[in-house]
DNA sequence: GCCCATCGTCGAAGCGCTTCGACAGCGTTC
DNA sequence: GAACGCTGTCGAAGCGCTTCGACGATGGGC
């Protein structure tokens, strides 16, 4: 490979000279300029890596750690993955994937190695250890996910609870009184993961503060047969159904309606919220409050090049408006019973 | 952060030496070893990766490319990224994401700028452009997945074609004439995704050599209905059927056989061939030959550290011998009569 | 008891870049 | 026309590590 030393002799400036006109650092006579943009175009020149990250002291690498629990839900981590990266490249950043059972070590070391600039951390858990790492660490550190303890974090999400009150709120305002929720696993809920518990939050809140009946079920593996069937054993009424779970359960929320005799939207109101998925191919497209990995992400790495680049590291938490799409899964109540008996 | 100046200091050494300890590059005496480590030890010191990097002209990174169509299987991609990167940090690699719209410009820019050591692709097509690419690089490059033109390059995957023929035999084997495919989608065959297409032929080869009657269909979506009654119409006596093809469609098949009173085993007998999914969770779980990503990661992540490490860099195909695992669906042919008739 | 090989350690030369200070050349200003 | 400030360029000093050659010390062979 050419290196700024052959493209100097070619062009007959010095090194320095080099460096500035392709950094534009320092004023260079346009003449001169284009030179040597001409020269290292012609020599293929690409500056070396390694050797510009030790004289400037800065890696140009942001390192994603995405521990993997099993009940994890590999689409929504790739998706998340590959919106840092995406948002990391536009800021002039590499990523460095960090998925070894001890994720830990790993921030550690690119931390302590002076590897990556940054850390962006996913799937982050209530209690999750990794907060106190990152607290210890005088080191740029982004959390896309909200630990209980925020102290001293930078920390971006999706506003779960907002996304529960728009949902129950879009629910009641049609007129609904009789509410439930499908959640995520017991496994999930057990582990601490931290959004499903925001959004059980928000929901139960909102409800209560609307005098709305309630009642949440948590499914097993990608069935919703059973959370359904629980929701109607303890609503009997119930008309209005969010869905704040995987792709695959909330896809069979409506057959699993469907097996009870209740249609959607006409006997029962359906949302989908905090989802990652597109309910577009459902077999009834539902309304949906989407889990925007790409908002999260853009917001994530900019604030995280906001740290390293310009040391902005006030610990803050940044959360993000939730959206509505509107797909006609949400009828008024009432209007149902006319249309149920119009086409009977 | 400490660096190997401030240990050799406080070890009473050269900078030589504590480099020569901590590598082992040298002979150093036992003493002079414990003290440079037990010193390191107490400083925490870590060695600084970018200067490392300049000095030793490698990064210890390997570059993942893993472009994404709109009908790519995030699942599987994250399984086989994370695989990658599982592999690499045994071998002492970091990985590093390149996920761009322009897979081409990621490569380039980290053989040019000595940022990775070597590139692993995924999501290989058949006419995949980054093969172009990595035979006029001079550089590391393994291929994960094979296109069709694999000249000078270093290719892993499993062998699809005798995963294909090894499902042909065992349904064979066990009686059954008739045998029917669920491939992949149109619009994956029509890019010319590379696996599905060798399937394809192992199967019709197989077929034909064994006198098979056989019958191929291309799902859309994520229902197997359509793929189904296409082939029990092409085949009505179809008593065998393959499912090379995404875990939805996959899972969905024995309920579409059920909608057409076919039960599975006891009318067809069934297989899951090239599948990155479990089945174990189906309706019905169904004997699989997997899709490994472990070994087809390792493999090829042998292979390039084998390339980066030791100029190993002749070209070869590294074809992963199929797997069978066993779960009682596949039925010997006629046995399912007397089967239904003493159930009914 | 001398020579040579071996072992253990050190100093110094880079790796290729960024960046700081210096300074020549030129136009302003009074 | 002397003093001044700009602008554009250069040289050199690192960044923190690896690695090569050198060399004193030690020990074995004769």
């Known amino acids: 490979m050419a290196t700024a030393s052959d493209v100097a002799k070619a062009a007959g400036v010095s090194i320095s000279t080099v460096s500035y006109a392709l950094s534009g650092k320092r004023s260079i006579s346009a003449t001169t300029r284009d030179k040597v943009l001409k020269t290292a175009e012609e020599l293929g020149y690409l500056p070396h890596a390694s050797a510009r990250m030790l004289a400037a002291k800065r890696s140009q690498i942001i390192a994603v750690t995405a521990p993997l629990h099993q009940d994890t839900d590999h689409t929504v981590h790739m998706q998340f993955a590959m919106e840092v990266t995406k948002s990391a490249r536009e800021c002039d950043y590499d990523t460095l994937l960090l998925v070894h059972d001890d994720a830990m070590e790993g921030m550690r070391r690119s931390a302590g190695t002076a590897l990556a600039d940054g850390i962006a951390v996913l799937d982050v ?3 999750d250890p990794r907060a106190d790492l990152a607290r ?10 909200i630990p209980h303890d ?3 974090l930078i920390c971006v999400d999706l ?35 931290n ?9 139960e809140r909102r409800c ?11 499914p097993e593996a990608t069935s919703a047969r059973r959370a359904i069937n629980e929701l109607l054993t303890a609503l009997p009424g119930m008309s209005g159904l969010i869905l704040n779970t995987g792709s695959e359960v909330a896809a069979d929320a409506v057959p699993a309606l469907g097996a009870r005799g209740r ?7 359906v949302i989908a919220a905090g989802a990652a ?13 989407p889990l925007d990995a790409h908002a999260s992400c853009a917001a994530a790495v900019d604030l995280l090049v906001a740290a390293i680049d310009r040391g902005e590291r006030e610990p803050r938490t940044v959360l993000i408006a939730p959206e509505y799409r509107d797909f006609d899964s949400v009828r008024r109540a009432g209007v149902a019973e006319d249309v149920s008996q119009a086409s009977a």
Chains 1, 2 share one sequence.
């Open 125 to 127: 858990d209530a209690d």
């Open 277 to 289: 998925y597109s309910t577009e191919r459902f077999a009834v497209p539902l309304d949906t409050i």
């Open 208 to 218: 209560r503060e609307r005098g709305i009946a309630f009642a949440v079920a948590y």
């Open 263 to 269: 249609s959607v939207p006409d006997d029962v109101s």
């Open 150 to 152: 925020t102290t001293g």
């Open 136 to 145: 210890g660490l005088d080191y740029p550190v982004v959390f896309i996910g």
């Open 159 to 193: 506003d779960f609870e907002a996304a529960a009150a728009l949902a129950v709120d879009r629910l009641a305002d049609a007129g609904h009184a009789s509410i439930g929720l499908v959640s995520h696993p017991r496994i999930t809920m057990d582990r601490g993961s």
């Open 195 to 203: 959004f499903p518990l925001r959004f059980l939050e928000g929901f």
